[in-house]
């Protein structure tokens, strides 16, 4: 509740106080009424008592009819004096004395509840009001004992107190407007002077409370403008020095949090490039060694398929001569056959130990045969060149059907069938697609890594009975202008969670010594960064996964590479979760 207010209901206090105390001062003029009338009534029983304990001591010659005459004297008298209405009767409450005549003689029965027989029994006063046809609206009466001097009760005088009722009545009502007024005036005097306080003092109040509130809202450049000299203008000085304070303790922390921000953020700047020259430091690291590991692979791969490449060309070149030179033999045993049926017994005997027949049926074959495995020789030494293409390093212009099918001859060894598993067949679904414009060893290295990691998910997905007949599927098309190979496996697939890790550097979820979680990192880089295309997996668990390699079939513009990308060995990632 407001400070006016409370002051308002104070003031309307009183003078409701002052309207209280102004209608028990009334009730009491209406006590003091009935309490002279008592008295007055008390005395003229007391005087009248008197008379007859007089009469009847002095006079005891008198008889009562002069007795009663004489009494009737008295009350008449006494009407006159008192002006009011006065009778006496006995303990019967037979009319003994009237200022009306006609009723003595009478029974009293105007007091309807008996208040005069009460009065005459246990001697205390009473009032009440009878109403007749000479007072149809009432008159008051009260009733006291009749008593001689020797406190004998002989009946009761009643005595009218409407006069002196209706005069205390009247001052009652006086009492009762002047206290209305004066409740009415404190009333209006309460509404001014909450009316000024609230200007006085409710304002400034008002003023500071809502200061008060815009500070707590952080508006730190709130201040009052209150100039009294009073407690309210010291109060409001105090605030505008707390609220000065405030601001400058503000400004002051504000500046501090920045500087200190500014400082963190530094921290957290020097920190992340510290993290990531760390992480690029230990990526080059282990890029460096697989270049390195890559080189000499390449070097031994192309060395050895010199070396046995001469070799295999000199026996290869020189079967078809051997063949030729065996026709003729051949031939020429057979004319001998014809033209010398009988040979010389010593030649006979040489016939049936070299079998000749045989010979000369199964020869053929076996240079055949050996023209087939200086074939085979001579694709796997290709395969081997093809691989490494230690001399393609450049951009150039290749067939990547070329490079697929090599890499499959080189895994051959791992497709075929084991000890532990049936062989992994593989279903090539080659679409028409020219020569593209590509790094070619490099991609025969995201051939490698991709192919390798369905190997070894299929073998892991075998060994768990989740896929008794391991498939590879490898399609390739010309979509527009780009050139897509989709890798795919039949094994469990690849969950959610380690898709989205899927082309982080070091990311493997092979047992550690197994894989270096750096060969779908590597080719992700060398699509993406060397070719400016794009590597992505589509999988779900238990549907297997497929990889999409996109890249441009004519570069508009080669993405730049300052150190060229380290290749990785054949099983050093995986992406299957086992």
Do not use: W
């Not at 004489?70 to 004096?81: F, G, I, P, W």
């Not at 989740?466 to 498939?471: E, G, W």
């Amino acid at each position: 509740m407001k400070i006016s207010q409370k002051l308002i209901l104070g003031i309307l206090g009183m003078a409701t106080l002052s309207g209280i105390i102004g209608a028990i001062s009334a009730n009491q003029q209406l006590k003091i009424a009935k309490y002279l009338a008592e008295q007055e009534a008390e005395e003229v029983a007391g005087l009248l008592g008197y008379f007859v304990s007089h009469e009847l001591e002095q006079h005891e010659i008198r008889s009562q009819d002069l007795i009663l005459a004489h009494l009737q004297e008295h009350v008449e008298s006494l009407h006159k004096k008192r002006q009011r209405d006065l009778e006496i009767v006995d303990r019967n409450k037979i009319i003994l004395a009237d200022v009306v005549t006609a009723d003595i003689g009478t029974r009293l029965d105007s007091d309807r509840n008996n208040e005069v027989g009460k009065t005459i029994d246990d001697g205390i006063p009473r009032t009440y009001v009878e109403i007749s046809p000479e007072y149809p609206k009432g008159i008051q009466l009260i009733a006291v004992a009749f008593k001689t001097s020797n406190h004998q009760t002989m009946g009761a005088v009643i005595l009218e107190y409407t006069p002196l009722y209706k005069a205390a009545l009247a001052i009652a009502h006086k009492n009762i407007i002047v206290t209305s007024i004066i409740s009415l005036a404190c009333g209006i005097f309460a509404l001014a002077v909450g009316y000024l306080l609230s200007i006085t003092i409710s304002n400034p109040i008002k003023q500071l409370q809502q200061a008060v509130m815009n500070l707590a809202e952080g508006k730190l450049d709130t201040r009052v403008n209150i100039h009294s000299q009073d407690e309210i203008g010291e109060l409001a000085a105090s605030f505008n020095k707390m609220a000065d304070d405030l601001q400058y303790s503000r400004h002051k922390l504000v500046n501090a949090n920045e500087q200190l921000r500014d400082e963190i953020s530094e921290r957290q700047q020097a920190e992340a490039e510290l993290q990531q020259a760390l992480k690029d430091l230990k990526k080059t690291q282990i890029q460096l060694i697989q270049s390195e590991k890559m080189s000499s692979l390449g070097q031994l791969v192309a060395g050895v398929a010199h070396e046995i490449n001469n070799p295999v060309n000199f026996i290869y070149g020189n079967l078809q001569h051997a063949d030729d030179y065996t026709q003729q033999l051949l031939l020429l045993i057979k004319l001998y056959q014809n033209y010398y049926p009988n040979p010389e017994p010593e030649i006979k005997n040489a016939n049936a130990e070299a079998d000749i027949e045989y010979l000369t049926e199964d020869l053929p074959k076996m240079l055949s045969s050996m023209k087939m495995g200086a074939k085979r020789i001579r694709e796997i030494v290709l395969s081997l060149r093809i691989f490494s293409r230690l001399d393609e390093a450049e951009f150039k212009t290749v067939d990547l059907h070329e490079g697929i099918d090599s890499t499959l001859l080189i895994l051959q060894h791992r497709i075929k069938a084991q000890n532990n598993r049936p062989e992994i067949k593989v279903v090539k679904q080659y679409g028409e697609m020219p020569e593209i414009q590509c790094f070619a060893g490099q991609m025969n290295q995201v051939f490698m890594n991709l192919l390798a990691n369905a190997i070894d998910a299929l073998e892991d997905c075998f060994q768990k009975e989740l896929c008794p007949n391991p498939l590879i599927r490898i399609s390739s098309e010309q979509v527009n202008e780009n050139a897509i190979i989709r890798i795919a496996d039949n094994g469990v697939g690849i969950s959610e969670e380690i898709q989205s890790r899927l082309f982080d550097p070091f990311f493997t979820t092979k047992p550690i010594g197994k894989g270096t979680g750096m060969g779908l990192s590597i080719s992700y880089q060398i699509i993406h960064d060397k070719h400016g295309g794009s590597l992505q997996c589509i999988s779900s668990p238990g549907k297997g996964a497929e990889f999409v390699i996109t890249i441009p079939v004519r570069l508009a513009k080669i993405a730049p590479a300052a150190v060229k990308l380290s290749a990785s060995i054949f099983n050093n990632s995986d992406y299957h979760s086992q």
